[in-house]
C-alpha cells in the first residue's frame, strides 16, 4: 500500500471531480445498464480512487453491497470521508488488485475504469475470476478520447507560459516517481486475458459521454462551469506535481507566473462562456466495456 498515485500522478480531489462530469445523475441508469449492475448484488471496484462511481452506484442501487479496493491509501481515507459526508454504506479497502483481500466466490461483479493496463494482467484477471461467484461477470472500461480544442486556447510554443511548464516538466520527468509502470495491455488484448483465465460469454459495449461542451445548450450552467474549471485543476495540478518532483526546477516567483498565467487563461475562458462568447470546443470520451462470466462449474 502507499500514496503514490495521489501525491504524483492525479490528486483524488481531482479525480473526483472529473468523474463526477462523467458519471453524472443525469447519466448514470446508462452506466448501471451497460455495466449490466443490478441491485441487491454484491459489487466490487478495483481501482476506486476516491471512490466516485461507487458513491454514484450506491445512490441509484441503495440495496447493493458495494466494495471499493484501491492500492493508495490517501485515495481509500478520502472516500471513507466521503461516503460519511454522504451519508451512504460503501465499504473500502485498501489493497492490491494482484491480490485481493477477499475470499473466493464473494462478488456478483467486479469492476475497473482505466485500472488494468496498470496492473500485470494475468494477476488482475484472475484474482477477479477467483473473488467472483459462479456466473458472476467482470466488467473492464477503458477509454479512448476524441475531440477539438480551438488553438487559441493551446499555450503557443513561444509563449512564457509554455517555457515555463516546459522547464519543470524536462527536469521532473527524470524523476523516478514521474514513471507510472504500464503493461503492454492494450484493450484488444484483454479478450484473450479473459478467455485464457475461463471466463466465457466473452462480450464487448460501449458508452460516449461528452467530457467537455460547455457551450452546448443541453449542458447545464453549473455543468458547463464545472467542465472548465475541471480542465483548469488539471492543469494547475499538473505543474504542482512536477514541482513536487522537481523542486529545484522553477524559482517561487516562476513558480507563481505560471500558475497565475494558467488562471488568467481559465478565467478568460468562464468570462467569455458568461458573455455568451461561443467557441464550441468540446470532447467525447467513448468508453469501452469488456464483460466475461465465470461459469458455473
Ligand atoms: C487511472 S486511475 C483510475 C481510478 C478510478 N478507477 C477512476 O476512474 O477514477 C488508476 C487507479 O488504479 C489504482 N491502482 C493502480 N495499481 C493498482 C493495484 N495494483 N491495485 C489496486 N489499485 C491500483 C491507482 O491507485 C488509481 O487509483
Known sequence: MNTYWSQYVQKTDELYLSRALKFHQGNIDKW??????????????????GGLLCHRLKERLPNADITGLDLDIGHIAYAEKKTEELKLQ???VAGDAANLPFADNTFDTCYSHTVMNFCDPEKFVSEQYRVLKPNGRIVIMDVYNRGIKPEEWIPGDDCEEKELFDKVWAEA??????????YENRTEKYFAYLAAQGFQNISIDTMATVNYAPDCDNISDGMARAQINDDRIT????????CKMAPNALSAAEYQTLLDMINRRYDKKILQYENGDKNWEFRIATTVLIIGTKPIP
Not at 492543469?235 to 512536477?242: G, H, I, N, Q, T
Request: proline content about 3%; glycine content about 6%; hydrophobic content about 35%.
Open 32 to 49: 448501471i445498464d451497460v455495466m449490466q449492475l443490478h441491485d441487491g448484488t454484491k459489487i466490487l471496484e478495483v481501482g476506486c480512487a
Open 90 to 92: 460503501c465499504n473500502f
Open 173 to 182: 520527468s527524470v524523476n523516478p516517481h514521474s514513471q507510472i509502470k504500464r
Open 235 to 242: 492543469e494547475l495540478s499538473s505543474v504542482e506535481k512536477a
